[in-house]
């Protein structure tokens, strides 16, 4: 299937759409509208028919979109009919809850394989995952054609292990670390910052709070 | 000190900066061009410019930005003198690896309180938080003059417990389930989908797989 240029935001949804068909289609729901897709992935039902139109018809105006149909197309996009495999770099608090995190549930992605330096656990099967030393990453990645790793260590080891992960052939990264780390451009980095988040919405917060009050005055 | 109503994307930068500004401040840096900067936090020098133009003159064109008057700006902008407690909403495998996250860090920000049904660890102190009983959960958030919560609880419980927390008087939640909460037009929900995350850079680098083949062609 040939993929469709389309905007990041759209790229962002279309998962939250996918999730949000699979509990629609267990209901036995056979038709869907924009406004009611709308109201439960929290998406305004406007950018919801533009992202659709991306995809050329996926449905009739007024007539709603047959949920069997959308679900099957976003299966093929999304690429969910293969299991995709990653890599967890860092096996912390934070490594040691994302291997018990289940990906599965909606998104056919496994983490099949760890990494660390702690000798305490290299070695072992954490979770049902294989926990390796970070000497094997190059050769694991190649045997298990893993392409994809998400990075938990701490930020002072960010950078030097990121560039272990480039050089044993890494091409996308979830940064979970605070450091923006430098990447090749053939390797794309999706950053999670949740100090960072956490900081926005605070922000935010105290937006709403100062608006009020001088709404107040 | 007055808010500023600036864009959501200048909003998510602040903090980026503000950690950027700390390191370049302990380094012994006086003054950093938007170029300097930009690499450090992979925003183009465009941007940031453009984002610091909201706050005024920051800065002179060709001179730098005087690292410490940008470090002091931002603390106050992002109210870092003062702690922000924050509470967190279920403590499974993910909630105690937040409970060991170092929010602190790069950000005045501390999870001084945990909720749990589970009785084995509710009237206990895990990594230095105590975790309460849900029930204890308005008297705690009242007492503790709390307005902000991670929710870190299953799936099947989000939307009952995110309705418990604004009973409570919850107007911040970062919600790190993957249901999207239906919640008052006076709270603010920010979203940290994992597995949507990680769809979405698989399909991206799948997306660049494809492009480099038709190249190729």
Known sequence: MEKIKIPKATAKRLPLYYRYLII???EGKEKV??????EAVQVDSASIRRDFSYFGALGKRGYGYDVKSLLSFFKKILNQDTLTNVALVGVGNLGRALLNYNFKRSNNIRISCAFDINQDITGRILSGVPVY????LKQQLSDQQIS???LTVPSEQAQATANQMFEAG???VMNFTPIRISAP???RVQNV????ELQTLIYFLESDE???ESNEE
């Open 33 to 38: 509208s924009s406004t009611e897709l709308s």
């Open 148 to 150: 994809i790793a998400i």
């Open 170 to 172: 890494i091409k996308g």
């Open 185 to 187: 451009s053939t390797v």
């Open 24 to 26: 629609l289609n267990e």
């Open 193 to 196: 910052d949740l100090a960072t």
């Open 210 to 212: 100062a608006a009020k």
């Open 133 to 136: 030393d970070m000497s094997e």
